[in-house]
């Protein structure tokens, strides 16, 4: 399978917990953004990454969370002290170089947490 | 508030029918704009680009009007298979990269 690789697929935890999730994007992308998806709502986008560089993030993203891609290749998505408020789907997608304003990103299938 | 607003939904039609769904965006600045559809709890897949003359892949046909800032999708003789929840997508894109304002999307169910 050579799409955007979410791990794990679903992710239960307690409350005040710390979570990571890992996003392998597509192999040739250097483009990698984060978004979180709540029951109704479209997708939220939370921060991008152009190769190892972090040039976005949202305000959504409190200092309980924190991204890297120390490498511009995988990344990882860290929830510290989670809260029932962060329940919701996380989605990795990635699109590559150079595509302009029609730049097409490619999703992957998502992390689903639920903080208990 | 930059916001991108689509019909509640759910729309419910019988195979066969045409079915039209619609969109408004308030940023004017917006300068690229697409439909994805997401079936139940899978990742959005980009369906197709909009242009603003208008563009058509087989029973879908995507309509922008920037002066009203206004997007449409068409789909023609539903299938079962179109059932899916269909999220209209603004691209600011002023910083050389994406940033996607996704509607909340709009269900659709087709039934036999």
């Known amino acids: 399978d050579t799409g955007v690789s979410q791990d794990p697929r679903h992710k239960i935890t307690k409350r005040g917990q710390n979570v990571t999730f890992r996003c392998d994007p597509i192999?040739?992308?250097?483009?990698l953004y984060w978004y979180r998806q709540t029951l109704g709502q479209g997708p939220e986008f939370l921060t991008y990454?152009?190769?190892?560089?972090?040039?976005?993030k949202s305000r959504l993203l409190s200092d309980r969370f924190s991204a890297e891609r120390p490498k511009g290749s995988f990344s990882t998505l860290e929830i510290q002290r989670t809260e029932q408020g962060d329940s919701a789907m996380y989605l990795c997608?990635?699109?590559?170089?150079?595509?302009?304003?029609?730049?097409?990103?490619?999703f992957g299938s998502g992390t689903q947490l639920s903080v208990l | 508030r930059k916001e991108v607003e689509q019909d509640p939904g759910p729309f419910n039609v019988p195979e066969g029918a045409t079915v039209a769904f619609n969109c408004t965006y308030s940023?004017?600045?917006?300068?690229?704009f697409f439909w994805y559809r997401q079936d139940c709890r899978k990742e959005p897949k980009l369906l197709m680009s909009?242009?603003?003359s208008g563009n058509e892949d087989g029973r879908f046909t995507a309509q922008l009007n920037r002066a009203s800032q206004y997007i449409s999708l068409l789909i023609r003789d539903s299938k079962l298979s179109d059932s899916a929840t269909y999220l209209c997508?603004?691209?600011?894109?002023?910083?050389?990269?994406?940033?996607?304002?996704f509607g909340k999307g709009t269900m659709l169910l087709v039934s036999p």
């Open positions: 997608a990635s699109s590559p170089k150079g595509t302009g304003r029609n730049e097409k990103l490619f």
């Open positions: 192999s040739e992308h250097n483009r």
């Open positions: 990454f152009q190769n190892e560089a972090q040039l976005e």
């Open positions: 940023n004017s600045a917006s300068q690229s």
């Open positions: 909009v242009y603003s």
């Open positions: 997508v603004v691209n600011e894109g002023v910083r050389g990269y994406s940033t996607l304002t």
